[in-house]
């Protein structure tokens, strides 16, 4: 009798197989990013369109850096996105934070509904509200103001999603004690669940600063003004400068890129599992 498992790969070649398909997967993605940078540093005598790609430039040069940020006004564009994203990334973790508090820890009648209805409001396209908050924006005097690009995303409903399940691993004995010194629970909120879900904090922080860094779409509707262009609408301007120079697009496109790995780098180390409950005593 012929059994199908005689067929079947060992473990052994089932953990090689997946290392291989791991690694294409890999591969794929960042062969662009590979190509953007080494497109990046190579002379205008270099054809950037052979095949196969040449990843390693033959004379490597900062040329199309300079031009970029000489011709441009880079800067005034990096202080745009800097300002913008760090405004959005505050203002995010305070408003989504609060919301998730009551939600997460305190009982009332239409808890459960309303965080269902925020939840709801994930599959909406932005496509969809976009034109009404245009509107609202111009009726606000926002627009061509930092405060117009960071409107839509002063909240959002995955950050409040996110907040109240790190809100619900926090032990009950924390919250008790702390009302039993006489705490308030903006006390509460902000002595012990703030500092008990910081991991949770870092991580929508990591989020929302590369999804307002890499915002395209909402700045090119509300913007007019070339003193306010972030970065993404920056790079999108060299197409026309430079009549499609893909060089000087691929350096910018590095300078913009730079900054969202940097943050990266240096917050990920806060994205561990902590003991929410190492101040109680057995």
């Known amino acids: 009798m012929i059994r199908l498992s005689q067929f079947w790969p060992s473990p052994r070649w089932r953990t090689v197989g997946l290392y291989v398909l791991l690694i294409a997967i890999a591969l794929a993605m960042l062969l662009p990013l590979a190509w953007l940078v080494s497109t990046s540093f190579k002379s205008s005598s270099e054809n950037i369109f052979e095949f196969p790609p040449q990843f ?34 505050g203002l995010n973790l305070l408003f989504c934070s609060l919301a998730a508090y009551p939600l997460a820890r305190l009982t009332f009648r239409g808890r459960d509904t309303i965080f269902a209805l925020v939840v709801s409001t994930i599959m909406i396209p932005f ?42 691993g926090v032990p009950k004995e924390l919250e008790e004690a702390a009302r039993m010194d006489g705490c308030s629970e903006l006390g509460i909120w902000w002595n012990v669940m ?51 120079d893909w060089r000087l697009i691929a350096a910018g496109s590095v300078i913009s890129m730079v900054p969202v790995v940097l943050v990266f780098v240096f917050l990920q180390r806060y994205i561990v599992p902590t003991e929410s409950g190492s101040g109680l005593k057995g």
């Open 56 to 89: 390693i430039p033959e004379t490597p040069t900062l040329e199309n850096f300079v031009t970029v940020w000489q011709s441009n006004p880079f800067g005034r564009y990096l202080f745009n996105s800097t300002v913008v994203a760090v405004l959005t990334v």
């Open 127 to 168: 496509q969809i509200v976009m034109i009404p908050l245009y509107i609202l924006t111009v009726q606000l005097g926002l627009r061509n103001t930092y405060l117009g690009i960071i409107f839509p995303s002063l909240a959002s409903a995955f950050g409040i999603f996110l907040m109240r399940q790190a809100f619900q």
């Open 194 to 244: 703030i500092p008990a879900t910081r991991p949770a904090l870092v991580t929508l922080a990591i989020f929302v600063f590369i999804g307002s860094w890499s915002d395209f779409l909402w700045p090119l509707i509300v913007l007019d003004q070339p003193e306010y262009y972030t970065l993404p609408l920056g790079v999108a301007k060299l197409a026309g400068s430079f009549s499609l």
